[in-house]
Every structure is written in structure tokens, then in C-alpha cells.
């Protein structure tokens, strides 16, 4: 660097730079949080889909992904002996 | 030139001269970087909300298809929570559209079935001898719960010796049995294709034992469609056998009238002293009898995987270790002959409720089956959907 660059002119980089990498370790935290909540929701899709293939009734396993799913609610039907997951509207 | 390339390779360190220009390319480059991670990160979110949207027009198709049911053609407009679904009944298939919050539209086709499956074919191996199903694992189930074949489809269906996919081998049983059999043997001939042609009713019968070969130890074939084959004989597994969907195979063992089950304790291939009967009377038929299995035979592999779905009429014979990758049904016992073991793999078992499998008698009422998805929720806009989309000729798979 120039020996002849300004005090503030140092210090204006010394700033950009800053702002830039805290912006990028900001974003990158929010990013991590963002793939954490992600990371949960597909493992309860995953177990919607479990429970979609093999319906057994069980109020403990629709619990796991109750209220996860864009907040709607879902309940075990029956209708003619067959089981099946009702989603209802929001509450 | 030489002052021009001077210039060029000097232009970095010249960049570098003043701080400024450095901090802003280092702040631009993080930017960058920022902006590629966030608009990955929103592409995987986006990802899972379509198919998070995808399950949840499923499930509102479903309940709306059941709720509907198949009882009255034509067209019905359901809300199924915040959902609005349009249920199409027809003669052979209901179909469902789902109207989603963002605009897009779902759409779901199932094929309309008679009735429910036996519950039997809702575990890995079932049997109403508890001997059997200690020796297997599963499920010992009651009469109710067993599978019967439609005797009509049975009678019309095609015979193994005059459909291609099949066919006569006289000399298979003498290779593997002292003495052959008395009745005749039919191989499966896998076509080039590797598809096995399905007739139009889903079954066909072999008139005799019917024997699972290769060279390699491994019969491979295709079925496009479910395929029951009714073997009036007995079922000799001397290769693993796998089957490479969408369609599934369906081995039925029967005991034809004259012919006569019986547990082969010293596994001879032929009913001899010491063999158990297992129906009242006296022997009758070939010596070989009929409506048994045989896993393992000689020259065949040391170890089986068998992949089809099975109802053994008559006893399982097991002389290799043997893997259940379908359910499969015992309604006899199990012989388990030297090394012989049999047990069941990680086989997904069928939903008998929303499932179908041909030449079955069915149980209970009329109703959709499980729903497939046509086309991605995101693949089918609202506007300029072709309306022939919800009249499949056919239940895809």
C-alpha cells in the first residue's frame, strides 16, 4: 500500500472492509438458521410421509408433525375402515 | 508491445496502490458471496415448501376421494380445510384436482377398486399355523383374513403353454430330480425386452410345476403390470428371482383337484415314507405332489432372495437360506430340509385397504384407490390445463 495514502483514507477501507465481512458473517449465520428450520421441516415431511404410507392411527406420531406444516392441523379420519390424515384449515 | 504488456502486468500493483479500490472489491466480493448463499438457501426453502404443498394437496385429495367415494359418477367440489378439491368419478377412475393458495393446481388419479385386499397381504408373512410363523416370523392370521383366487378369472385366463413369457421344459426337472416329475414342468422364458407380456386380465395359469432358473443364479423380469400366475403344481425356486417393476408378481401354488399336498420331510421331491399328508384322505396323483414350494435345489445358488409375492397352498420347503423380499403367505407349515432357513427381509407390505391385486376376491366396499400424482403442483398452471388429463384411460403406477 502506498506510504503516501491518508490516514482517513486507511481508515475509510479499513471500514468497507469491515462492513463487508460482518455482512457476509450476518448473512451466513441467518443462512445456517434458515437450513437449521429447513432441516427440521423436511424431517417432519418425512415423517408425514410414513405415517401418508403406513396409516396406524397413532395421535403420539401425528403430534411429531402436527402444527409444522404451513400451521395446519391434522386429524385422523376414518371413513369405511379406511384411515387416512385430514388436513383442516387453520385455527 | 513491450510497454503495453509492461502496463498490463503492472496494473495490479498499481490497483493496489490506494486502500480504497482493495476494501471496495473485498466488500463487493463479500456481497457476493452473501447474495449466492442467500439465494441458494431460499431455492432449498422453496424446494421444500413445494413439496411440503405437494404433501399437503395429497392429503386434502385423499380425504376428499374417500369422503366422495365411488358410489355417485360425476363431478363433486369438496373443501377439505382450507383446500378446495375436485373429485372427478368415473367408471374406472376418480380423479382429483386440488386448488392450492398460491394458484397452482394438483391433480391426483386413482383407479377405482371393488373392494379391500386380504388383510393377510398387510404383513411380510402370514400363516394359520403358528409353527409356521415361528419358523418365518410374521403374522398368524385366520380364515377370514386369507386371500382367495376368482374362480371366473381363473377358468378364462390363458395358459402358461400358450403364452409367451412361458413354456414347456421337459428336461428341467430330470437336472435337478432324481427320477423328474410326473407332470409337466414349464420354465419362464423372459423375452429379450425382459418384460414378461401381462394378459389383459392380470393372471395366467400353469397347468403343471412351473420352475424359477438361470445360469446365473438370478432370474430377472419385467412386469409392466401386475401379474398373478396360478401354478397348479408345485414352485420350484432353484434361482433367486427378481422383479423389476412398476407391475408385481403374484405366484399363486394351488393344489388342483386329484393332486394331493404333502409335507416332503426327506425332501425327495416325491411323496415316500415318512411324508405328512396334508389333507384327509389317501394319496392321490402325481408323486410329486402339488401346491408346495421349493426353495433350493440342486445346482442352484447356496443362497435365495425371492422377490415376488407368494401364497403357498400347500408346505414351504426350504433347503437354502432363503430372503422373503414380498409378502408372502404359508397356509400350510414350513419344512426346513439340512441347512434350509427361511426368513423375511425388509419388504414393504401392501396397503390392502387402497391396494389391488389381480384374479383376488375382494372384501368390503367399492372404493378409490391409493392416489398418484399426475403432474408436480408447480408443472400444471391453473389456466389452459387440458381437461383430458382427468380422464386417464388408465390407473398409472
Given amino acids: 500500500v502506498k506510504a503516501s ?9 479499513f471500514a468497507l472492509l469491515a462492513c463487508g465481512v460482518l455482512g457476509w458473517s450476518f448473512l451466513q449465520h441467518r443462512v445456517a438458521d434458515s437450513d437449521a428450520a429447513l432441516a427440521a421441516r423436511r424431517t417432519q415431511l418425512e415423517q408425514l410421509r410414513v405415517l401418508v404410507a403406513v396409516p396406524n392411527g397413532s395421535a403420539g406420531a401425528l403430534d411429531a408433525v402436527v402444527g409444522l406444516l404451513d400451521g395446519r392441523p391434522l ?16 385455527p | 508491445v513491450k510497454s503495453l504488456v509492461w502496463r498490463v502486468l503492472t496494473a495490479p500493483r498499481r490497483w493496489c496502490e490506494s486502500p480504497l479500490p482493495v476494501a471496495v472489491l473485498g466488500m463487493v466480493a463479500c456481497l457476493l458471496a452473501g447474495v449466492v448463499q442467500v439465494a ?19 392429503l386434502a385429495a385423499n380425504a376428499a376421494a374417500l369422503e366422495v367415494g365411488v358410489a355417485q359418477p360425476g363431478r363433486h367440489t369438496v373443501a377439505v380445510g382450507e383446500q378446495v378439491v375436485d373429485v372427478e368419478v368415473g367408471e374406472r377412475v376418480v380423479a382429483c384436482a386440488v386448488r392450492t393458495r398460491d394458484g397452482e393446481r394438483a ?10 385386499l386380504p388383510a393377510a397381504f398387510g404383513h ?10 415361528a419358523a418365518v416370523g410374521g403374522v398368524v392370521v385366520g380364515p377370514d383374513d386369507l386371500p382367495t383366487l376368482v374362480p371366473e378369472l381363473v377358468a378364462a385366463a390363458p395358459r402358461a403353454d400358450r403364452w409367451a413369457g ?9 437336472m435337478r430330480l432324481e427320477g423328474g416329475t410326473e407332470r409337466d414342468d414349464h420354465v419362464v422364458a423372459v423375452p429379450e425386452s425382459g418384460t414378461l ?22 432370474l430377472r423380469l419385467g412386469l409392466e403390470r401386475d401379474l398373478l400366475v396360478v401354478v397348479e403344481g408345485n414352485l420350484y425356486a432353484a434361482a433367486s428371482l427378481v422383479v423389476e417393476g412398476p407391475g408385481r408378481l403374484l405366484l399363486w401354488v394351488a393344489v388342483p383337484a386329484g393332486q394331493t399336498a404333502f409335507a416332503d420331510r426327506d425332501g425327495n421331491g416325491r411323496f415316500s415314507a415318512g411324508d405328512r399328508l396334508l389333507a384327509a384322505g389317501p394319496f392321490a396323483g402325481a408323486l410329486e405332489g402339488a401346491g408346495g414350494v421349493y426353495f433350493g435345489l440342486p445346482g442352484g445358488p447356496p443362497e435365495l432372495a425371492f422377490g415376488a409375492l407368494l401364497v403357498a397352498v400347500g408346505e414351504l420347503h426350504v433347503a437354502a437360506p432363503t430372503t422373503l423380499h414380498a409378502p408372502a403367505m404359508g397356509l400350510s407349515g414350513v419344512t426346513e430340509l439340512g441347512s434350509g432357513r427361511i426368513r423375511c427381509g425388509e419388504s414393504e407390505v401392501l396397503d390392502v385397504q387402497r391396494d389391488a391385486l389381480p384374479g383376488l376376491q375382494t372384501r368390503g366396499l367399492p372404493r378409490p384407490g391409493r392416489l398418484l400424482p399426475m403432474a408436480p403442483p408447480s408443472a400444471v398452471p391453473v389456466a389452459g390445463v387440458p381437461e383430458d388429463l382427468l380422464y386417464a384411460g388408465t390407473p398409472g403406477r
Fill in chain 1, 5 to 13: 495514502a491518508g490516514r482517513g483514507e486507511r481508515w475509510a477501507a
Fill in chain 1, 75 to 90: 386429524r385422523w379420519s376414518e371413513r369405511d375402515g379406511i384411515g387416512y390424515l385430514l388436513p383442516e384449515a387453520r
Fill in chain 2, 40 to 58: 441458494a438457501a431460499l431455492g432449498r426453502a422453496e424446494t421444500v415448501r413445494r413439496e411440503v404443498a405437494a404433501e399437503l394437496a395429497g
Fill in chain 2, 107 to 116: 391433480r391426483f388419479v386413482a383407479p377405482v377398486l371393488s373392494g379391500a
Fill in chain 2, 124 to 133: 411380510r408373512f402370514a400363516s394359520p399355523d403358528p409353527a409356521a410363523v
Fill in chain 2, 166 to 174: 412361458f413354456r414347456r421344459d421337459p428336461g428341467v426337472a430330470l
Fill in chain 2, 197 to 218: 407380456p401381462v394378459p389383459a386380465a392380470g393372471v395366467v395359469v400353469v397347468p403343471g410345476h412351473l420352475w424359477l432358473t438361470s445360469p446365473t443364479g438370478v
